[in-house]
C-alpha cells in the first residue's frame, strides 16, 4: 500500500485520552482540533518548569538525493521502537510546508508503518500554524507601504526596505516583483518580491520564542529596512505592528500533539526550512517533551552539513539544550548516487559506485564526531533491493570509522524493525552521552565564522564574496558580530553545485548575499545560487493529488 493508504488505515485514539494516558496530561490543558490533533495550553508547559530533563536524541542524514533516505521515517521509527522497549518516548518533528507538498519532494509524515497521524491533516493545513505566520509576516508587510503612503513619519528609505512578502507555496514567479503600481491611491511604487513562508523570520522567531513575552519581543526587534540617512534601522515596534503580530500568533505558539501509527505521542510544531533557514522544530515543543519523557526523539532538516549544523550552534546555543546521541540516516541507493549512479539504476548492485558514495558517509560522521564532539550511531535505513554484500560493506565502512551500525526495518515493519536501533541508541545515551561542541565561538568575528563552516564542515577551502557583502558583515560585527550563522546553501551537496556528489574538497563558497535576523538573533548568508522562493518541477506532485467521491485525498505522499 501506499503511505496515505497505509495512514487511512490506522487505528488512531482520541489524542486527549491518549495524552492524558501517556503523558498524564490533563484534558482542561489541551485545546482539541476535532479528535486527533490538539494544542497543549502554555499554562500547563509552564507547570512542568522544575522536572528533570529526558534525554535528547538527534536524527540527520547524509546529503539528501532524489532516491530518499528517510529521515523523519527513522525519526518516526525509532520513537516507536523506544516504546517497544519499555522506554517513555516522545518525537518532536516540523510541520510540513505546502510547497513540497505539491513539488517534489512530498510530505513530512514519515513513510510506510512509521508514519505520524492524521498524515493528510498533518501535511495539508493541520492547525493553521502557517497560515498564521504567513498573516503575521504579510501583517507587517503591509504596514511598512501604508506607513510610507501616510506620510513616511519615520523616514523609511524604500529602496533599503529588507523585508518581503511570503506565501505558502513555491512560486518563482513571485521572486521578483513590483508593488504600488496603479497611481498614488495604491501606494509607493517599489521593487518587492516574495519569499516562502518557511524562510520567514516569524517562522524562525516562533520556533526559537520561549513564551508569548519573548514572542513580542523578538518580533519588535525585527529590523524591516533603513532611514534616508542610510544608517539608522527601522524596526517592526516602530510601526507598532509586534502587538498584532502576536495576537495573530497566540495559538500558534501553542505545541501540536498528535500520535504515531502505534499511538505514541508525537509533538509537531513549527518548520523552517534547513537549506534556507535553521530547519528545527520549536524550542518550545522540544524543551517541553524533555520534561514529558524519558526520551525525546527529534531531527533536524536535511543532512548533517546543514540541519544537524544549526541545531548545534543555533538552536542548543540560545536554547541550552544537550543532545545524548546523533542518529546518521543513510541508504545504499543514497550512497549509490553519490557515488555516481543514476537515480534509475539504484536498485541494480553497484559495490564501484557504492565504495566511492561512501565517502559522503565518512566527511558526516566525521563532522558530528570531531567537530559536534557528539557520539554517533548510523542507521542503515533497509530498501528491498539492497544486497547482502551491499549491506556489509556499509558495515564494515562504519566498523572502519570506529562508529556503530544498525540495518533499521521500520518503513516494513514499524517500530519493531526499528528495536536494535532502539536498543544501540537508549545505550550510548545513558552509558557514553556526549557533550557538543559549536563549530564556532561567539565572539569570532562573521567572516570568519562562515568561513570556519564552510572548511570545517564542507570541506572547502575557503569563501567568497563581493566588496559589498563582506563590507556589510563587517559593518554588522559592532553590533551584531555575537550572533549565529544560518546559512542559506543546497541541501544536494557539501558545495554550492548541487552536482558535485560524495564529499568534494577544495571547493569554494560563494557567500551571494547576507542578510539580519535581528528578531530571530541570527545572520543569513546566502551561499550560491540558493533562493529563498524555491519553483514547482517540471512535473509538480500536485498533478497527481486528488480528492475520491467519498471526500479521501489520494496521491499525497
Given at each position: 500500500?501506499?503511505?496515505i493508504?497505509?495512514?487511512?488505515?490506522?487505528?488512531?485514539?482520541?489524542?486527549?485520552?491518549?495524552?492524558?494516558?501517556?503523558?498524564?496530561?490533563?484534558?482542561?490543558?489541551?485545546?482539541?482540533?476535532?479528535?486527533?490533533k490538539?494544542?497543549?495550553?502554555?499554562?500547563?508547559?509552564?507547570?512542568?518548569?522544575?522536572?528533570p530533563?529526558?534525554?535528547?536524541?538527534?536524527?540527520?542524514?547524509?546529503?539528501?538525493?532524489p532516491?530518499?533516505?528517510?529521515?523523519?521515517?527513522?525519526?518516526?521509527?525509532?520513537?516507536?521502537?523506544?516504546?517497544?522497549?519499555?522506554?517513555?518516548?516522545?518525537?518532536?518533528?516540523?510541520?510540513?510546508?505546502?510547497?513540497?507538498?505539491?513539488?517534489?519532494?512530498?510530505?513530512?509524515?514519515?513513510?510506510?508503518?512509521?508514519?505520524v497521524?492524521?498524515?493528510?491533516?498533518?501535511?495539508?493545513?493541520?492547525?493553521?500554524?502557517?497560515?498564521?505566520?504567513?498573516?503575521?509576516?504579510?501583517?507587517?508587510?503591509?504596514?511598512?507601504?501604508?506607513?510610507?503612503?501616510?506620510?513616511?513619519?519615520?523616514?523609511?528609505?524604500?529602496?533599503?526596505?529588507?523585508w518581503?512578502?511570503?506565501?505558502?507555496?513555491?512560486?518563482?514567479?513571485?521572486?521578483?516583483?513590483?508593488?504600488?503600481?496603479?497611481?498614488?491611491?495604491?501606494?509607493?511604487?517599489?521593487?518587492?518580491?516574495?519569499d516562502?513562508?518557511?524562510?520567514?523570520?516569524?517562522?524562525?522567531?516562533?520556533?526559537?520564542?520561549?513564551?508569548?513575552?519573548?514572542?513580542?519581543?523578538?518580533?519588535?526587534?525585527?529590523?524591516?529596512?533603513?532611514?534616508?540617512?542610510?544608517?539608522?534601522?527601522?524596526?517592526?515596534?516602530?510601526?507598532?505592528?509586534?502587538?498584532?503580530?502576536?495576537?495573530?500568533?497566540?495559538?500558534?505558539?501553542?505545541?501540536?500533539?498528535?500520535?504515531?501509527?502505534?499511538?505514541?505521542?508525537?509533538?509537531?510544531?513549527?518548520?523552517?526550512?534547513?537549506?534556507?533557514?535553521?530547519?528545527?522544530?520549536?524550542?518550545?515543543?522540544?524543551?517541553?517533551?524533555?520534561?514529558?519523557?524519558?526520551?525525546?526523539?527529534?531531527?533536524?532538516?536535511?543532512?548533517?552539513?546543514?540541519?544537524?549544523?544549526?541545531?548545534?550552534?543555533?538552536?542548543?546555543?540560545?536554547?541550552?539544550?544537550?543532545?545524548?546521541?546523533?542518529?546518521?540516516?543513510?541508504?545504499?541507493?543514497?550512497?549509490?548516487?553519490?557515488?555516481?549512479?543514476?537515480?534509475?539504476?539504484?536498485?541494480?548492485?553497484?559495490?564501484?559506485?557504492?565504495?566511492k558514495?561512501l565517502?559522503?558517509?565518512?566527511?558526516?560522521?566525521?563532522?558530528?564526531?570531531?567537530?559536534?564532539?557528539?557520539?554517533?550511531?548510523?542507521?542503515?535505513?533497509?530498501?528491498?533491493?539492497?544486497?547482502?554484500?551491499?549491506?556489509?560493506?556499509?558495515?564494515?565502512?562504519?566498523?572502519?570509522?570506529?562508529?556503530?551500525?544498525?540495518?533499521?526495518?521500520?518503513?516494513?515493519?514499524?517500530?519493531?524493525?526499528?528495536?536494535?536501533?532502539?536498543?544501540?541508541?537508549?545505550e550510548?545515551?545513558?552509558?557514553?552521552?556526549?557533550?557538543?561542541r559549536?563549530?564556532?565561538?561567539?565572539?569570532?568575528?562573521?567572516?570568519?565564522?562562515?568561513?570556519?563552516?564552510?572548511?570545517?564542515?564542507?570541506?572547502?577551502?575557503?569563501?567568497?564574496?563581493?566588496?559589498?557583502?563582506?563590507?556589510?558583515?563587517?559593518?554588522?560585527?559592532?553590533?551584531?558580530?555575537?550572533?549565529?550563522?544560518?546559512?542559506?546553501?543546497?541541501?544536494?551537496?557539501?558545495?554550492?553545485?548541487?552536482?558535485?556528489?560524495?564529499?568534494?574538497?577544495?571547493?569554494?563558497?560563494?557567500?551571494?548575499?547576507?542578510?539580519?535576523?535581528?528578531?530571530?538573533?541570527?545572520?543569513?548568508?546566502?551561499?550560491?545560487?540558493?533562493?529563498?522562493?524555491?519553483?514547482?518541477?517540471?512535473?509538480?506532485?500536485?498533478?497527481?493529488?486528488?480528492?475520491?467521491?467519498?471526500?479521501?485525498?489520494?496521491?499525497?505522499?
Amino acid at each position: 500500500m501506499s503511505d496515505i493508504e497505509i495512514a487511512q488505515q490506522a487505528k488512531m485514539q482520541p489524542i486527549i485520552d491518549l495524552a492524558r494516558e501517556r503523558l498524564g496530561v490533563p484534558a482542561e490543558h489541551l485545546d482539541p482540533y476535532g479528535h486527533y490533533k490538539a494544542k497543549l495550553s502554555l499554562e500547563y508547559i509552564d507547570s512542568l518548569k522544575d522536572k528533570p530533563n529526558g534525554k535528547l536524541i538527534l536524527v540527520t542524514a547524509i546529503s539528501p538525493t532524489p532516491a530518499g533516505e528517510g529521515k523523519t521515517t527513522t525519526t518516526v521509527g525509532l520513537g516507536d521502537a523506544l516504546n517497544r522497549i519499555g522506554k517513555k518516548a516522545v518525537l518532536c518533528l516540523r510541520e510540513p510546508s505546502l510547497g513540497p507538498c505539491f513539488g517534489v519532494k512530498g510530505g513530512a509524515a514519515g513513510g510506510g508503518y512509521a508514519q505520524v497521524v492524521p498524515m493528510e491533516d498533518i501535511n495539508l493545513h493541520f492547525t493553521g500554524d502557517f497560515h498564521a505566520v504567513g498573516a503575521a509576516h504579510n501583517l507587517l508587510s503591509a504596514m511598512i507601504d501604508n506607513h510610507i503612503n501616510h506620510g513616511n513619519e519615520l523616514g523609511i528609505d524604500p529602496r533599503r526596505i529588507q523585508w518581503k512578502r511570503v506565501v505558502d507555496m513555491n512560486d518563482r514567479a513571485l521572486r521578483k516583483i513590483t508593488v504600488g503600481q496603479g497611481g498614488t491611491a495604491n501606494g509607493y511604487v517599489r521593487e518587492d518580491g516574495f519569499d516562502i513562508v518557511v524562510a520567514s523570520e516569524v517562522m524562525a522567531i516562533l520556533c526559537l520564542a520561549t513564551d508569548l513575552k519573548d514572542l513580542k519581543s523578538r518580533l519588535g526587534r525585527i529590523i524591516i529596512g533603513y532611514k534616508t540617512d542610510g544608517k539608522s534601522p527601522v524596526y517592526a515596534r516602530d510601526l507598532k505592528a509586534h502587538g498584532a503580530m502576536v495576537a495573530l500568533l497566540k495559538d500558534a505558539i501553542k505545541p501540536n500533539l498528535v500520535q504515531t501509527l502505534e499511538n505514541n505521542i508525537a509533538i509537531i510544531h513549527g518548520g523552517p526550512f534547513a537549506n534556507i533557514a535553521h530547519g528545527c522544530n520549536t524550542v518550545t515543543a522540544t524543551k517541553t517533551a524533555l520534561k514529558l519523557a524519558d526520551y525525546v526523539v527529534t531531527e533536524a532538516g536535511f543532512g548533517a552539513d546543514l540541519g544537524a549544523e544549526k541545531f548545534i550552534d543555533i538552536k542548543c546555543r540560545m536554547a541550552g539544550l544537550e543532545p545524548a546521541v546523533v542518529v546518521l540516516v543513510a541508504t545504499v541507493r543514497a550512497l549509490k548516487f553519490h557515488g555516481g549512479v543514476a537515480k534509475q539504476d539504484l536498485n541494480q548492485e553497484n559495490l564501484i559506485a557504492l565504495e566511492k558514495g561512501l565517502a559522503n558517509l565518512e566527511k558526516h560522521v566525521a563532522n558530528i564526531q570531531q567537530h559536534y564532539h557528539l557520539p554517533c550511531v548510523v542507521s542503515i535505513n533497509h530498501f528491498t533491493f539492497d544486497t547482502d554484500a551491499e549491506i556489509d560493506r556499509v558495515e564494515k565502512k562504519c566498523e572502519e570509522m570506529g562508529v556503530e551500525s544498525v540495518v533499521a526495518k521500520h518503513w516494513a515493519h514499524g517500530g519493531a524493525g526499528a528495536e536494535e536501533l532502539a536498543h544501540a541508541v537508549s545505550e550510548i545515551a545513558e552509558r557514553r552521552p556526549g557533550q557538543h561542541r559549536f563549530v564556532y565561538g561567539d565572539a569570532m568575528p562573521l567572516w570568519q565564522k562562515i568561513e570556519t563552516i564552510a572548511t570545517k564542515i564542507y570541506g572547502a577551502a575557503g569563501i567568497s564574496a563581493d566588496a559589498k557583502v563582506k563590507a556589510q558583515l563587517e559593518a554588522w560585527n559592532g553590533d551584531y558580530g555575537h550572533y549565529p550563522i544560518c546559512m542559506a546553501k543546497t541541501q544536494m551537496s557539501f558545495s554550492t553545485d548541487p552536482n558535485l556528489r560524495g564529499a568534494p574538497t577544495n571547493h569554494t563558497v560563494a557567500i551571494r548575499e547576507v542578510r539580519l535576523a535581528n528578531g530571530a538573533g541570527f545572520i543569513v548568508a546566502i551561499a550560491g545560487d540558493m533562493m529563498t522562493m524555491p519553483g514547482l518541477p517540471k512535473t509538480p506532485a500536485a498533478e497527481n493529488i486528488d480528492v475520491d467521491e467519498r471526500g479521501r485525498i489520494t496521491g499525497l505522499f
